[in-house]
């Protein structure tokens, strides 16, 4: 695999629609269906960077949540369509922060907002140096 001399895209928006067996009785979607939300925003924020998971895990490259801040602001409900803007924030030698907000399109009430801090691991669990690939462009 080939990877891009550096991140170029900083953020990325995605369409989330709940499906029925993320919510509560209620129809609201449930407090744990968020970190999944957000882990679905940094896979595209990679892929529009050129880069998955699976080929960065194939060169030894991993990363775990090592912090999860959320604030939940507003309920989102069951199958509406909603905007999850990831952003990544910080790059550092061993560590990539991003934030994020859920919003719902056609107010543009916020929902959700939230801060992650993942830490750049070996396939053994051992804290690695970010490869330079990582760092935004310049």
Known sequence: ???????????????IQPRYC?????????HSVYPVYFEM?????????????KDLEAAGVFFVIAELRIKYRRPAFYDEKLNLETTC???TA???EHSYKLIRPDTGMLLAEAESVLAC???KGKIRRMPEFMYPEA
């Open 94 to 96: 061993s560590k990539v």
């Open 121 to 123: 691991i070996d396939d």
């Open 1 to 15: 695999m080939t990877f891009p001399d550096h991140t170029k895209i900083k953020t990325c928006t995605i369409i």
């Open 41 to 53: 925003g940094r896979t595209e924020l990679l892929r529009a960077n050129g880069l998955a998971y």
């Open 89 to 91: 924030t910080n790059v």
């Open 22 to 30: 993320e919510t509560d009785q209620g129809g609201v979607v449930h």
